[in-house]
C-alpha cells in the first residue's frame, strides 16, 4: 500500500481500520482527540461518549460480545475510567480491547503532567509505546492481536509528541476480524468476591506469560555499539536519544510493561554504564533497580517537561546547570468574540468567588478578569463550589458561583448537579453552565447537549436546563449573555441574592464553531424535509 505523511494519531485511526476494529468510542481531548475522527473519515464506525469511563464500558461490552474494539482519551481521561479499567483487567475480553492513553509531558494543554505507565503496574495490564508513527500503526495492531491472544485489554500509550508528530507509514493490507458473538461466561465476568478471587490468580498468570512474550519479540530492540555507554529507552525519547548519542548502544523498548527483565539485564552487563533515558517519571529505572539491575537514571530536572535532543545530551553529560530560559510566548486568552466575555465581565463586577472548571473558559483566569478561584478536574467546579458554600462566613458564601461549560457538564457535572440538589447549602448556590453548543477547546466537537453524533448527523438530545429542573432546582434560566449582557447581570445579581439554588444557562455558539453549527442543522433540517416530503405531498 502507498506509503503517506501522518500524524501519529493518525496512524493509530488507519491500523484501527485495517486492523477490523467494529467500534471506537471515547472522550475528546488534547492529544487523542484526531484518532476516532479519522476513523470515522475512513469509514470506520466511530462516537463520542459522555466520559472515558462510559466509554471505556461501551469498549468493553463490545470486546465481551467478540468484537474488536478501540477506546481513546487523553491521560486525566484515564483517571475518569479506572473503576472499570482496573475490573476490566480480572474480566478479561472475548474479543480484542485497545485503550489509547495519550499522555501529555510538558502540559501542552492539560492540568498536570501524570505519567500513565504507572496505569499498567497498577491494573495489571500490558502496555506498549510507540515512538513514531510507524510505530504507532504497527503497534496498535500488534496490541490488537495481543488483546486476543491473552484475552486482556491492552494499553497503546502515546504522547504529544507522536500523537502530532508526522512521519512516514507504510499500511498494511486491511483484514476482516472475526464476527462478534456472545459466549455466557458467569464466573469470568461477573465480579464478586468469589469469581474475582480466581481471577486475579489468572491475571497474574497470564502477566507471567507476557512476560515471557516481552523477552523473546523482536519489538523490543537491541543495538550495540560502543560498550561504553549503553542507553535503555522508550517511546519518542529513543528517536531524541539515538540522534544525540549515535554511537551508544541501544535497547529500545515497546513493552513498557510487563518489561523483559533478563533482556534489558543481559544488555546492562555488557555495557560499561547504562543509562535509563524517558520521559516523565523515572518509570523504566525505578522498575529496573527494584529487579537488580544496575542502571543509571536522569537527574531530578529532567522529570519535568518533553525531552528533546538538547536535554537529552545534557543527562547523558550530567549537566544539571539551569536550563535556558525559554522566550515567553502570547499567552492564551479568549477570542475576541467569545460569548463568556460577558459573563466574566459580570463576575468580576460583582466580585464573586467562581469555582471553575476544564474547557476554553478556564481562560477566564486570565487578565483582564482573571474570573476563575479554582479548577481542579472535569466536573470539579460544582463540588467545590458547594464545599465554599457550607463552610464560608453567610456573606463570602453567597459570592460563590459554580461555573462549567456544556460537554463538560454533561462529561462529569450531572453528579455534582445531583449533589447540589441533595445537600443543598444554606445561602443556595448558583451554578452557570456556559452552553456554546461544541466542546469547543480540543476543536469542536459534538456531545449528548448538542444532538449531532460523531458525524454531525441528528440523534438524541439531553436538554441541560432540562436535567435543573429534574433534579428540582427551584430556579432555572437560560439566557444569551451577548444578545442581553445587562439582562444577564441582573439575573446574576437576582440568584446570587436568594438562598435559593439556581442554574443559569449561558446559552451563545462559539464563535469559531458557530458556522459549521448552521451547517450541520441545516443539513438536518434538510435531510428531515426530504424524509417528510412524499407524506406531506
Not at 38 to 60: D, H, Y
Not at 174 to 191: L, N
Not at 289 to 314: H, N, Q, T, Y
Not at 351 to 363: E, F, K, P, S
Request: net charge neutral.
Amino acid at each position: 500500500m502507498e506509503r503517506r505523511l501522518v500524524s501519529g494519531d493518525e496512524a493509530v485511526a488507519a491500523a484501527a481500520f485495517d486492523g477490523g476494529v467494529h467500534l471506537g468510542t471515547g472522550y475528546p481531548g488534547t492529544p487523542s482527540t484526531e484518532i476516532l475522527e479519522n476513523f470515522s473519515r475512513l469509514g470506520g464506525r466511530a462516537q463520542w461518549a459522555p466520559n472515558e469511563k462510559v466509554a471505556l464500558e461501551v469498549g468493553l461490552g463490545a470486546a465481551y460480545g467478540g468484537a474488536r474494539a478501540l477506546v481513546t482519551m487523553k491521560h486525566v481521561g484515564v483517571n475518569v475510567a479506572a473503576d472499570p479499567l482496573f475490573t476490566a483487567a480480572y474480566t478479561g475480553v472475548s474479543g480484542s480491547l485497545v485503550v489509547v492513553s495519550a499522555d501529555d509531558p510538558g502540559m501542552a494543554s492539560s492540568q498536570n503532567e501524570q505519567d500513565n505507565r504507572h496505569y499498567a503496574v497498577a491494573a495489571g495490564l500490558p502496555m506498549l509505546e510507540p515512538s513514531d508513527s510507524q510505530e504507532a500503526y504497527d503497534l496498535a495492531l500488534v496490541a490488537f492481536e495481543l488483546s486476543e491472544r491473552f484475552k486482556l485489554p491492552v494499553i497503546l500509550r502515546m504522547t504529544t509528541r507522536v500523537c502530532h508528530g508526522k512521519s512516514i507509514v507504510q499500511r498494511r493490507a486491511a483484514v476482516t476480524a472475526k464476527a462478534p458473538a456472545f459466549e455466557r461466561d458467569i464466573a469470568g465476568r461477573v465480579m464478586i468476591p468469589a469469581y474475582a478471587r480466581p481471577a486475579h490468580r489468572k491475571l497474574r498468570a497470564k502477566l507471567a506469560e507476557l512476560q515471557a512474550f516481552a523477552e523473546a519479540t523482536p519489538l523490543n530492540v537491541r543495538v550495540d555499539a560502543d560498550r561504553k555507554l549503553g542507553i535503555v529507552t522508550a517511546g519518542v525519547t529513543a528517536r531524541h536519544a539515538r540522534e544525540a548519542v549515535p554511537g551508544a548502544s541501544f535497547l529500545e523498548l515497546k513493552t513498557v510493561y510487563p518489561l523483559p527483565l533478563e533482556k534489558i539485564r543481559a544488555f546492562a552487563g555488557s555495557v560499561e554504564r547504562c543509562l535509563v533515558v524517558e520521559e516523565g517519571d523515572p518509570f523504566l529505572a525505578d522498575l529496573l533497580r527494584a529487579a537488580g539491575i544496575a542502571v543509571e537514571s536522569k537527574p531530578e530536572p529532567f522529570r519535568f517537561g518533553e525531552l528533546d535532543v538538547a536535554r537529552v545530551r545534557r543527562i547523558v553529560t550530567g549537566d544539571t546547570s539551569p536550563e535556558p530560559v525559554l522566550p515567553k510566548g502570547k499567552p492564551p486568552m479568549l477570542c475576541e468574540a467569545c460569548p463568556y466575555h460577558p459573563v466574566y465581565g459580570a463576575l468580576r463586577k460583582h466580585d464573586c468567588i467562581v469555582a471553575g472548571d476544564i474547557g476554553c473558559y478556564t481562560l477566564g483566569v486570565l487578565p483582564p478578569y482573571q474570573g476563575m478561584d479554582t479548577c481542579v478536574a472535569m466536573g470539579a467546579s460544582l463540588g467545590v463550589g458547594l464545599g465554599l458554600r457550607h463552610v464560608l462566613p453567610e456573606k463570602d458564601a453567597k459570592r460563590v458561583v459554580s461555573i462549567i461549560g456544556d460537554s463538560t457538564f454533561i462529561h462529569t457535572g450531572v453528579n455534582g448537579l445531583i449533589e447540589m440538589a441533595y445537600n443543598p447549602p444554606a445561602t443556595g448556590h448558583v451554578l452557570i453552565v456556559l452552553d456554546n453548543g461544541t466542546t469547543a477547546m480540543t476543536g469542536q466537537q459534538e456531545h449528548p447537549g448538542t444532538g449531532r453524533t460523531l458525524e454531525h448527523e441528528q440523534t438524541g438530545k439531553v436538554s441541560i436546563e432540562g436535567l435543573g429542573r429534574a433534579v428540582g432546582l427551584k430556579n432555572v434560566d437560560v439566557v444569551d449573555p451577548v444578545a442581553d449582557p445587562g439582562g444577564f447581570e441582573k439575573l446574576l445579581v437576582d440568584r446570587l441574592s436568594r438562598p435559593e439554588l439556581s442554574m443559569i444557562v449561558a446559552r451563545r455558539p462559539c464563535i469559531l464553531a458557530a458556522a459549521d453549527i448552521r451547517k450541520y442543522e441545516k443539513a438536518i433540517a434538510d435531510q428531515c424535509g426530504a424524509c417528510a416530503g412524499p407524506a406531506d405531498a
